[in-house]
């Protein structure tokens, strides 16, 4: 005789038909990705850390020897040389972080446009989450739950990484400042908000284009179009500083300052280029008395202006990130219902 047994709470908890069926699809589905972009993550933390270990150590010889950078004398030639190479290398290291952390929201982007959505759009294989009771709705918001959590993981690593590998490196002979992408897109929040717009891009691209290449191709072009014009406004995403000094002055440029623009300024508070009198053969007070200049002006941030700068970069970010999901679900809902 046989009997009807109850299915295992397990079993039920996990089918497709929830959101937690649907995230451990797609965690199985995309596991080699997702170690992969592991991979691209923990690489650069263990060589920071391992070269922030063995730069310490070349410190503590230098410190110990009493050789100076400035007046090297022979005996002093190989301890500085392997000082200034070990500075180098981490001033490199920066500039390297910098480039991962500017592609990594494009990798992001990309991997999610591709494999997570447009390939399974194109080739039809969404049919069979959609056929076990998974709205089309519910296998997005699956997808970009799982993508959106590690991305957020992984780019709050690296950046604190790279917080950490700067500030031991902000006293050093060679050091990028705080206003260069090396910098200031490796730390704080702005490279987490570019790593989840480039997962928003990489969504909207998706299910607009669904086709792979495609919608790769697209979510790279305009996440390059996003960061170039970032990089164009963003000295002017908070009120600049502005110091005006005559010209001969003993005035001592702000320490961390991001210079923006500079220049000469008139009597009447015009402002003239820093060019003007640069091809004139007359002293430079006669040049600029003919312009009715004797004032200078200056143009900067101060590093105070280091966190305001990220904090409305980062909420244009997340604003645009917002955007492009709600755009992603409204064209999903209009195509597929």
């Known amino acids: 005789m046989s009997t009807l047994t109850r299915p ?43 070269l922030s270990l063995w730069t310490d150590r070349i410190a503590e010889r230098f410190a110990a020897s009493g050789c100076s950078v400035e007046n090297t004398v022979t005996s002093c030639g190989a301890t500085v040389r392997d000082y200034l190479d070990a500075e180098m290398m981490q001033s490199d290291t920066q500039s390297w972080a910098g480039l991962l952390m500017m592609a990594l929201p494009a990798l992001v982007g990309a991997f999610v446009a591709g494999p997570a959505i447009a390939r ?14 998974v709205s089309p709705a519910r296998w997005l918001a699956a ?25 031991r490196d902000a006293d050093a002979y060679y050091s990028n400042g705080w206003f260069e992408w090396s910098v200031y897109g ?23 284009v669904r086709r792979t290449v495609a919608a790769m191709a697209a979510t790279a072009v305009t996440y390059g179009l996003v960061l170039a014009t970032f990089n164009t406004v963003r000295d002017s995403l908070w009120p600049i500083r502005t110091d005006v000094f005559a010209v001969g002055s003993r005035y001592v440029f702000p320490k961390d300052s991001w210079p923006v623009a500079q220049g000469y300024v008139t009597s009447a508070g015009e402002r003239l280029p820093v060019e003007i009198c640069l091809s004139s053969e007359r002293d430079l007070v006669d040049c600029l008395a003919t312009h009715d200049s004797s004032q200078r002006y200056l143009d900067h941030h101060p590093a105070s202006h280091y966190w305001p700068l990220q904090l409305v970069e980062t909420g244009i970010l997340l604003a645009l990130a917002a955007l492009a999901v709600f755009a992603a679900f409204r064209v999903l809902r209009r195509l597929h219902g």
């Not at 992984?154 to 950490?164: G, K, P, T, Y």
């Open 186 to 208: 490796t730390t704080g929040t702005v490279p987490v908000a570019y790593a989840l717009l480039g997962l928003a891009l990489g969504t909207l691209a998706g299910v607009l």
């Open 143 to 167: 997808k970009l739950l799982v993508l959106a959590v590690l991305t957020v993981a992984a780019a709050s690593v690296l950046a604190s990484v790279c917080a950490w590998f700067w500030s």
């Open 120 to 133: 399974e759009l194109e080739i039809g294989t969404f049919r069979l989450s959609w056929s076990q009771s």
């Open 8 to 50: 295992k709470t397990e079993a039920v908890a996990t089918t497709p038909g929830t959101l937690r069926g649907s995230v451990r699809v797609v965690l199985r589905v995309h596991r080699r990705s997702l170690r992969t972009l592991g991979g691209v993550v923990l690489l650069p933390v263990f060589w920071m850390v391992g």
